[in-house]
T-cell receptor, first 110, second 114 residues
Framework: NAGVTQTPKFQVLKTGQSMTLQCAQDMNHNSMYWYRQDPGMGLRLIYY???????DKGEVPNGYNVSRLNKREFSLRLESAAPSQTSVYFC?????????FGQGTRLTVV | AQSVTQLGSHVSVSEGALVLLRCNYS??????LFWYVQYPNQGLQLLLKYTSAATLVKGINGFEAEFKKSETSFHLTKPSAHMSDAAEYFC????????????FGSGTRLLVRP
């Protein structure tokens, strides 16, 4: 049982480059989330998807786009990376009241 | 705005001492509340959750939390700290309506001294 799988685990980008962070869950959950974690700021919600076919902005959506490809997969795209997007990104999925998290993607933008 | 506040970015205790990590929420309607733990270079793991009338919630690894509506608090405790408890702890909330947004506090790093 893999749970929530994120790829890649590490990534270094140059300013202006684009990339997509992938997330997949095998728990048949309807809801999926993308968070970023920065020191002293906890986890901040970027986007979430309450169900397949729907997405909504969270607290810090600027500079990001998402795609809920199907029930399993929820990707996060950075169209033009900026140093301020250096962070650890977590994907999560939830059933009822419990959320399950991936291991994170550590992204550095230079 | 609905939020979660964790008092103390760092808490240091001796092994065997009481652990108390503080969390307060702001909301006119009590939300669902959660405590998560994050070990170094890991994702978040659920410790416990408050979703019903039971105000004292027991979780994994000997942790428990008490929901106090009058104080809008959900503090996390453990009677006796172990070295393996050293980690970062996050309090989080979710509204009871159809919203699925899970909002986190800024986290408290627990240090356990031998």
């Amino acid at each position: 049982n893999a749970g929530v799988t994120q790829t890649p685990k590490f990534q270094v980008l140059k300013t202006g480059q684009s990339m997509t962070l992938q997330c997949a869950q095998d728990m048949n959950h309807n809801s999926m989330y993308w968070y970023r974690q920065d020191p002293g700021m906890g986890l901040r919600l970027i986007y979430y998807s309450a169900s397949e076919g729907t997405t909504d902005k969270g607290e810090v959506p600027n500079g990001y786009n998402v795609s809920r490809l199907n029930k399993r997969e929820f990707s996060l795209r950075l169209e033009s990376a900026a140093p301020s997007q250096t962070s650890v990104y977590f994907c999560a999925s939830s059933r009822n009241t419990e959320a399950f998290f991936g291991q994170g993607t550590r992204l550095t933008v230079v | 705005a609905q939020s979660v506040t964790q008092l103390g970015s760092h808490v240091s205790v001796s092994e065997g001492a009481l652990v108390l990590l503080r969390c307060n929420y702001s909301s006119s309607v009590p939300p669902y509340l959660f405590w998560y733990v994050q070990y170094p270079n890991q994702g978040l793991q659920l410790l416990l959750k408050y979703t019903s009338a039971a105000t004292l919630v027991k979780g994994i690894n000997g942790f428990e939390a008490e929901f106090k509506k009058s104080e809008t608090s959900f503090h996390l405790t453990k009677p006796s700290a172990h070295m393996s408890d050293a980690a970062e702890y996050f309090c989080a909330r979710r509204r009871r309506d159809s919203s699925y947004k899970l909002i986190f506090g800024s986290g408290t790093r627990l240090l356990v001294r031998p």
